[in-house]
């Protein structure tokens, strides 16, 4: 069980959230994962997976607006984040896997950068 | 992931309950109605959703569409519940739930999620070398069939819908249902006509 276990969508925004702001990202964006690494830094709970950070992908959809739960676990005020479902292939990120495969990952807004901007290092 | 249980593990828990009930969180009955929820919960009501898929278009577009509210339709009360997403599965595509950071599973329309799919076996090696996984439940995928490995990491809780198996034609929604097991809701098994029935 998880402090993100148990949330929902219907969760009402903290005071003073502002309003929702445009996705940044539209469905078949190339999308970067961020290549940080905040467990060096301090205590953190981080729903991004070690194996996609810095990893490059395809945004799939908004799966909506969900409160950022790297603030929830530790009972702060936790403003809502868009969340998204993105695409990666599952080679190269594993050698094990076959060309077509893929893993479709949720990670939140602020964990993506556009691809575009980086070098292509994947 | 739940920490194992330890000797203390009762006395804890009561303490938990006393103060939720005392700073009036949480009332007796709260818990009462939660339990009772969880414990009804079982993969019949996810076997239930695919089985009606499998014969009503409209139904499958809503189930996909939006699981939470097929959910409700069944009489799962989703409030307070991560939302459901539903993942289709077609001739060339098989999608694999897994959580690789704790345990994420739909338990509204699932229940308890079994030991193994907490196991850091298989969450680590579900998205490393999903057919290696796959080839332990003697789940082999036809030639051309790419995986689609879900890592359920935040807010969402994912079900699979998977391909109606051939030598089902005709069949009820009841026969339909008893052949989608827990596993085949998550991927790691598929729909399968038992011998004699397919005889039949």
Redesign the interface.
Known sequence: MTPAEGTSAAASDPPGDPAPAQPRFPPGTRVQVRDDWPERRGPCHIRTPHYLRGRTGTVQRLLGRFANPEDLAFARPAPKRALYHVLFEQPPIWDEGRPGDELLVEIFEHWLEPAEAMKEAV | ??APARSDSPARLEALIGALKAKSILTEEELAARQAQTDRASPEIGARMVARAWLDPEWRRRLLSDGSAAAEAMGVSM?????L?VLEDTPQRHHLVVC?????YPRAVLGYPPHWYKSFGFRARS??????VLAEWGTVLPEGV???????????RWMVLPLRPDGTEGWSEDQLAAIVTRDALVGVALPKVPPAAAAA
Do not use: K
Request: charged share 25%; aromatic share 4%.
């Open positions: 992931m739940s409030a307070g519940a991560p939302p997403g690789t950071l704790c345990s994420c998205v490393r070398d999903p057919r290696g790419d995986i689609r490995v879900v890592d359920s990491t935040a807010d969402y």
